[in-house]
């Protein structure tokens, strides 16, 4: 990585030249096996979505990977599978996107939010225990940015209250806790290969259990409720006939997007290694800077680094995070906000009947994070860039 360099008065980068946000990286290898998928003409679910189930099984070490075609079709596949009834309560957190608790109230449940610790993010287990109730089912729990969850203390409250629990692990494909891999701790793990995730299929999503039912359950509701899925129906083994078991869904992943898949899952390591170098070097770029850093992993943990979320120390700065957002917009650099805390938008406010004041950690950290661009194939010169304007910004 280049040294820093000293901030000027003019734009870090020309216009045309801006610094797109979690801009996907993808290579001849993705191009060359797409195009291949088009010439066979085998472009809806075929057999790369069942190549691509196979590597990610087995990279995950679970008897079962079914693809879909978002991870918020992951959630509420995992939430129907596992029996959630109406009125039966998911406790998750507040600071995730609106797909985690779109997914419960999709499946009839009820969510119930448990505040996040300020420094990590991540959901607290003492806070989790406060919302337990007789109505409560499952546990959702998101590993924040690629960082962990407690998973000892979640599991044994899993275990104390007879819970389900549910790994969201969008941001954690590489994430490990102990020497276990995220997503492999409770009933079910969902991953996301949206267009700025660690690896992407364009649109697309995972599930993994070792739960021969929960497996059976997702695959036929994932697409339309059939017993056999359009491979199987139309292979030169000859015609099956279906039948609907379910009122199933459309969430089946195609051949065009695990063809892009394979050659991601290859890169996984190459893509972690960079943006945990370009995470180091942000934190040791920023350290004399108002901000509040990420903390270092925890001991015994991998991080998958999919974010990189300073807090803006509003008070020192003087300034808001929003002005913060618009000024590094003005230098060209893309940015993101990951989140605003689920009980801030007006919905929620409603249907959940929660209100500003009663997640404070979430609501620190909401009015202040910030997303820098974080991807395994930004330039030095782009990560260099991207210093130049946060420093210019926040007046270093």
């Known amino acids: 990585?280049?040294?820093?360099?000293?901030?000027?008065?003019?734009?870090?980068?020309?216009k045309e030249n801006f610094l797109v946000f979690g801009a996907p990286c993808l290579g001849e290898e993705e191009i060359s096996e797409v195009v291949d998928s088009m010439k066979k003409r085998w472009i809806g679910t075929g057999p790369k979505v069942g190549m691509f189930e196979e590597e990610f099984r087995l990279l995950k070490g679970r008897k079962h990977a079914i693809a879909v075609n978002s991870c918020t079709?992951?959630?509420?596949?995992?939430?129907l599978a596992l029996g959630i009834r109406p009125g039966d309560e998911v406790i998750?957190?507040?600071?995730?996107?609106?797909?985690?608790?779109?997914a419960i109230i999709h499946a009839g449940g009820v969510p119930v939010l448990a505040d996040c610790k300020k420094d990590t993010m991540n959901i607290d287990p003492e806070e989790i225990e406060k919302k337990i109730s007789a109505r409560t089912k499952a546990l959702l729990i998101v590993h924040f940015a690629g960082r962990p969850c407690e998973m000892d203390a979640i599991m044994e409250l899993a275990h104390s209250y007879d819970l389900h629990v549910i790994e969201d692990c969008a941001h954690a494909i590489e994430t490990e806790y102990h020497g276990r891999q995220a997503g492999c701790f409770g009933t079910i793990?969902?991953?996301?290969?949206?267009?700025?995730?660690?690896?992407?299929?364009?649109?697309?999503?995972?599930?993994?259990?070792?739960?021969?039912?929960?497996?059976?359950?997702?695959?036929?509701?994932?697409?339309?409720?059939?017993?056999?899925?359009?491979?199987?129906?139309f292979s030169d083994t000859g015609y099956r006939h279906y039948e609907v078991i379910h009122a199933g869904f459309k969430y089946n992943m195609t051949d065009m997007q695990a063809a892009i898949g394979l050659h991601?899952?290859?890169?996984?390591?190459?893509?972690?290694?960079?943006?945990?170098?370009?995470?180091?070097?942000?934190?040791?770029?920023?350290?004399?800077?108002?901000?509040?850093?990420?903390?270092?992993?925890?001991?015994?943990?991998?991080?998958?680094?999919?974010?990189?979320?300073?807090?803006?120390?509003?008070d020192r700065l003087g300034k808001s995070r929003d002005w913060v957002l618009d000024a590094m917009t003005r230098e060209n650099i893309g940015v993101g906000v990951h989140y605003l805390p689920i009980h801030y938008h007006p919905y929620y406010r409603k249907a959940l009947n929660v209100k500003p004041g009663d997640f404070p950690a979430a609501e620190?950290?909401?009015?202040?994070?910030?997303?820098?661009?974080l991807s395994g194939c930004l330039t030095d010169e782009e990560v260099e860039d991207?210093?130049?304007?946060?420093?210019?910004?926040?007046?270093?």
Not at 223 to 230: F, I, P, Q, V, W
Request: glycine fraction near 4%; charge should be positive.
């Open 73 to 79: 079709a992951a959630l509420h596949l995992a939430i």
């Open 364 to 373: 620190w950290i909401g009015d202040r994070t910030i997303s820098l661009p």
């Open 386 to 396: 991207v210093v130049r304007a946060f420093r210019k910004v926040l007046g270093a």
């Open 1 to 14: 990585m280049a040294k820093r360099s000293s901030p000027s008065d003019k734009p870090v980068r020309r």
């Open 189 to 233: 793990g969902c991953f996301s290969f949206y267009v700025t995730k660690n690896i992407t299929t364009g649109e697309g999503g995972m599930v993994i259990t070792d739960d021969d039912r929960v497996a059976e359950r997702i695959k036929m509701l994932a697409l339309h409720g059939m017993s056999k899925d359009a491979w199987r129906r």
């Open 264 to 314: 991601q899952l290859k890169k996984l390591e190459q893509f972690r290694k960079r943006r945990e170098e370009i995470w180091k070097f942000y934190n040791e770029a920023f350290k004399d800077l108002p901000v509040f850093l990420p903390p270092d992993p925890e001991p015994d943990t991998v991080h998958a680094y999919h974010l990189y979320t300073p807090l803006i120390d509003v």
């Open 92 to 102: 998750t957190t507040p600071m995730t996107f609106c797909a985690t608790v779109n």
